[in-house]
């Protein structure tokens, strides 16, 4: 019999008691929990009880909330192991990646935690005698943080933690697909002892509730990770309110191979960067532009390590890719593929769904490489989300950099060269947030993340960056004789 769970609104677990099943994307027949299918008003009474707790919250020192965050993150330290299992079991990724989910959460707090003493305005000398001018932050109110299910640990800590800290409560609203971890993140937040109302949970379709959330007056700030699509859906009703809004979407990453001599490196950098998680990374690369004479070995490297991957269960030993999500997502990428061999270019590995054993109780689909490719195919132009790779062979840098640059997206973006003249070029040239030289689309814990372009809106996250968007200024001229 599995668990029930419910929203956590005003320090109380509750619902309106209407619930789904979450499946294990594993093994379908497995169900992981049933979580509430909220309605608007059950959103209305978490901003409501956001609000209220904001009057108190605010008020405390910048030390004093991080005193409270210091607790939760010395529990969520405690728990990376439990939590990294409940993520794999969620969401599929393998353990080990699961695992470093909650790590590397507790890293990004570690750094929030200090942005207490940092949250600094500015001084500047008066045009008048007797007067002090200085801008001051002030936290921005309740915030609706809305995160989608490829990062479920992660990504809620890296919006609720920099809004708790800069003085903002919150109103958590999870991917529908995976709403345990945030379960369990709030059940931390519970233990750590925070007062009521200044973290709330509420669980339900995106859909259905999404509207209500971002559509109430008393929320003044909605950071939100996820879709190009429901990003622009949000910046709507964020403008509509003047509300502040911070957007995180959709990526086509590409990566650039010209003149490196170190191939085999590329190629497993790449490989990583393509295939962590399944492809199902907004800072995935997915599509490669190589040097037309390079190609040929840098395509027989990357189907040489595909090949070595271990397709299986996130919990059993030695599994490097897990299922995909679920099967609405294993039919959209597996249509991609279709499609790129009906416009023409070849499958160089994989490009099957695999199937018997335990392959048959999930949606595993092998990592691909796709070659042959062209600008105008699908594969080269949208987001797929999935363990497929692109290969496009370019005539000269330049080329290279305008196939990249082409793209509607603009989240991240990796260059191979040993040419210093090709990496200054890149560096000023490529359209994205952020930008890899000779290595693959990693991020750090305090470097700040975001996108341009159709990629993301507002300041950029993590690190000292978030404040920006969780805090508001204030200009204050004081005349003291
Ligand atoms: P999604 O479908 O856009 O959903 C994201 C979140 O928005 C979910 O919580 C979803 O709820 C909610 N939502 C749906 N409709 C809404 C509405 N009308 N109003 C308010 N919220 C609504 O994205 P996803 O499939 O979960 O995640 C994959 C996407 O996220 C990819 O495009 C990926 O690139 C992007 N992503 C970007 C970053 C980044 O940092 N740039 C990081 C990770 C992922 P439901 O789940 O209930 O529909």
């Not at 935690?113 to 932050?137: F, K």
């Amino acid at each position: 019999m599995s668990n029930t769970y419910e929203n956590f609104i005003d320090g109380k677990w509750t619902s309106s008691g209407k619930y789904y099943d979450i499946h294990n994307p594993a093994d379908y027949d497995e169900i992981i929990g049933r979580f509430p299918l909220s309605e608007p008003r059950d959103t209305d009474a978490a901003v409501l009880a956001a609000h209220k707790a904001f009057l108190t919250w605010s008020r405390l020192l910048p030390m004093e909330r991080a005193q409270y965050v210091e607790r939760f993150v010395a529990l969520l330290d405690e728990k990376t192991n439990y939590l990294g299992e409940c993520l794999c079991m969620e969401q599929g990724k393998p353990l080990a990646e699961a695992v470093g989910e909650p790590s590397r959460g507790v890293k990004e707090c570690r750094y929030v935690i200090g942005e207490a003493t940092r949250l600094q305005g500015i001084s500047l000398p008066s045009e008048r005698q007797g007067v002090t001018n200085t801008v001051v932050r002030e936290p921005i109110g309740v915030v609706a943080a809305i995160t989608p299910w490829n990062f479920p640990l992660l990504t809620p800590l890296r919006k609720m933690i920099p809004a708790l800290v800069a003085g903002c409560t919150v109103v958590l609203k999870p991917s529908s697909d995976t709403p345990w971890c945030s379960v369990l993140l709030l059940e931390l937040i519970e233990k750590a002892g925070f007062p009521s109302g200044v973290v709330n949970l509420i669980i339900g379709r995106g859909s259905e509730i999404g509207d209500t959330l971002c559509g109430n007056p008393l929320v003044r700030g909605i950071t939100f990770t996820g879709s190009t699509v429901v990003g622009r859906r949000i910046n709507k009703i964020g403008a509509e309110h003047f509300v502040k809004v911070q957007l995180e979407m959709g990526g086509k990453n590409p990566a650039i191979v010209y003149d490196y001599a170190d191939i085999k490196t590329a190629a497993k950098s790449i490989a990583a960067a393509a295939f962590a998680n399944a492809g199902q990374r907004c800072t995935a690369v997915s599509r490669v532009l190589v040097k037309r004479q390079q190609a040929e070995e840098l395509e027989q490297a990357i189907v040489a390590i595909c090949k070595e991957y271990k397709l299986g269960p996130g919990l059993e030993k030695g599994t490097t890719i897990g299922p995909v999500v679920n099967k609405k997502a294993g039919d959209s990428i597996m249509g991609y593929i279709q499609k790129a061999r009906e416009q023409g270019a070849y499958i160089a590995v994989g490009g099957n769904r695999l199937s018997g054993g335990v392959y048959d109780k999930g949606f595993y689909i092998e990592p691909t490489l796709i070659t042959g490719v062209t600008a105008d195919m699908s594969v080269a132009r949208e987001e797929i989300f999935g363990p497929v790779l692109t290969v496009q062979r370019v005539d000269s840098f330049e080329e290279a950099l305008e196939v990249a640059n082409s793209s509607e997206y603009g989240l991240a973006s990796c260059v191979f060269t040993d040419i210093q003249a090709n990496i200054y070029t890149f560096m000023r040239e490529s359209q994205s947030g952020m930008v890899h030289i000779n290595h693959g689309s990693v991020s750090e814990s305090f470097m700040p993340f975001g996108g341009i372009k159709m990629s993301g809106l507002g300041p950029f996250s993590i690190g000292t960056t978030n404040k920006d968007f969780f805090t508001n200024l204030k200009v204050i001229y004081n005349q003291y004789i």
